[in-house]
């Protein structure tokens, strides 16, 4: 299984890659099946589009504006297509629209009544699991498929999906010159070959891309991370939810004037909050490797670039090598956190920023690894148990929390020679075990956790 680095990086809208990015290309794939099996005809004239969301994104999915990215993909836009838009106008002009046109047709559609929210058992393969479904004038369903958001943008077809409790069998493919599977055959593979990781995972993407396109790709991702920090440290208001007021301003603003009392926490806090306010408030973000995470790793880069003189030859190693760490966590156990709980967010992008960080400053391939795991081991065990179900408390906090475990575990493993006793392929095994074992409440469902621990007034 090959993951590019411009899919694990892939620009969008918040507040969550797996709740509203993925439902969001779900539903815009199924416009896809109905343009390729429904003309118009008598016997398709009252026809009724319907989705019904189950598992985590029923319960969590209000939060997440899930019912708005369904809306969104059905009428054909795309995540790509809305960053950077007045997403809220977007959604209110179709509300105007009497029916939803597609393949010729002009489907009875309503966002209050068909758009479902099932809170009975989630599907079996996943807790992120979408019905969508076409019914005639007896509403009876003449065309369905289902579909999965498995964290990161990422959706599978239910032909497409393994169950979650199944082991995962990942071969190494031969399309590729370097398939890594593993952190070991990663490292095993640098040293054979003598290439960085960051050289390997250039030489894969080739197979696919030119350098030009490739590079050209990596510019585009550096530039949008820029972009959401620049746009949150110069934003301030409260977001939507009425629980939060933004505060990377307030904060970045007390650094720039009193930058003698600054340190490295405050900075790394600042940026990854501004990104994280950004995605908050359903504005353009980079998923990376998810949206609820999507502060971490723009925040690490961008201190390394800003404040330590970093290149763009370094920013472009710094993604790579991310990618790289991502794709293995990815393959091996999970970056969703209904599936896993917030480490497979926030502990996955630690551990992809540490890698990053590592590398740009010319670590070796065993420190690159042993920073990977620090940064992983020490989320461990991370629920995800969002706050009114809203990507905010206490997620935007956290990714300030995860650049600084990022920034430090790099630091170490710098420090080091990378010799260690805990590998990283072990590290995401009990990421894996301990996601599996994490009761549901936990899992993104906003039912256990710090999400009921507020005390009505």
Not at 47 to 65: E, F, M, Q, V
Not at 143 to 153: A, C, K, M, N, V
Not at 319 to 346: P, R
Not at 367 to 394: R, S
């Amino acid at each position: 299984m090959f993951i590019s680095v411009l899919e694990l990086f892939t620009v969008g809208i918040g507040p969550s890659s797996s709740h509203t990015v993925g439902p969001l290309v779900a539903a815009q794939d199924f416009r896809r099946v109905i343009e390729e099996n429904l003309s118009p005809s008598p016997e398709t004239t009252e026809l009724r589009i319907r989705c019904t969301l189950k598992g985590s994104l029923a319960y969590t999915g209000k939060g997440h504006a899930t019912d708005r990215a369904v809306a969104l993909g059905l009428f054909g836009y795309t995540p790509q297509e809305l960053a950077g838009q007045d997403v809220d106008q977007v959604f209110l002009d179709l509300l105007e629209q009497p029916h939803l046109p597609c393949a010729g047709l002009l489907l009875s559609f309503s966002f209050d009544d068909d758009i479902i929210f099932d809170r009975g058992e989630a599907l079996p393969e996943h807790p992120n699991g979408m019905i969508f479904e076409i019914l005639d004038n007896t509403g009876q369903p003449i065309l369905s498929r289902i579909y999965f958001s498995i964290g990161g943008g990422f959706i599978n077809k239910r032909s497409e999906i393994q169950d979650l409790v199944a082991p995962l069998r990942m071969e190494p493919s031969d399309d590729f010159p370097f398939p890594f599977p593993s952190a070991m055959s990663m490292l095993e593979m640098s040293r054979k070959s003598g290439l960085s990781i960051a050289e390997m995972k250039r030489v894969n993407e080739h197979e696919y891309l030119t350098e030009e396109a490739l590079d050209k790709g990596l510019d585009s991702i550096w530039t949008a991370m820029h972009h959401c920090i620049s746009k949150g440290l110069s934003t301030s208001g409260p977001l939507a939810g009425g629980i939060l007021t933004r505060r990377a301003k307030v904060l970045y603003d007390q650094l720039v004037d009193h930058p003698e009392a600054a340190n490295v926490t405050d900075w790394l806090c600042a940026y990854a909050m501004a990104v994280s306010e950004e995605n908050a408030a359903g504005n353009m973000v980079v998923t990376a490797p998810t949206n609820g995470a999507a502060g971490v790793i723009p925040a690490v880069l961008y201190y390394f670039v800003n404040h330590q003189n970093g290149t763009l030859k370094q920013v472009h190693d710094f993604l790579l090598t991310a990618a790289a760490i991502g794709g293995i966590i990815k393959m091996n156990s999970s970056i969703s956190g209904a599936e896993v709980g917030c480490q497979g967010e926030v502990g996955s992008a630690a551990s992809m920023a540490a890698a990053g960080l590592c590398a740009a400053r010319g670590g070796t391939p065993e420190q690159i690894e042993n920073a990977a795991e620090m940064a992983l081991e020490h989320h461990l065990g991370m629920t995800c148990d969002p706050v009114g179900g809203l990507v905010q408390v206490p997620c935007i906090e956290r990714n300030g929390f995860g650049a600084i475990k990022a920034y430090t575990a790099a630091s170490l493993a710098m420090k080091g020679t990378g010799e260690h006793f805990m590998s990283l392929d072990r590290c995401i095994a009990a990421m894996k075990q301990t996601g599996l074992e994490m009761s549901v409440k936990y899992k993104e469902t906003s039912l256990g956790g710090l999400a009921v621990s507020i005390t009505e007034c």
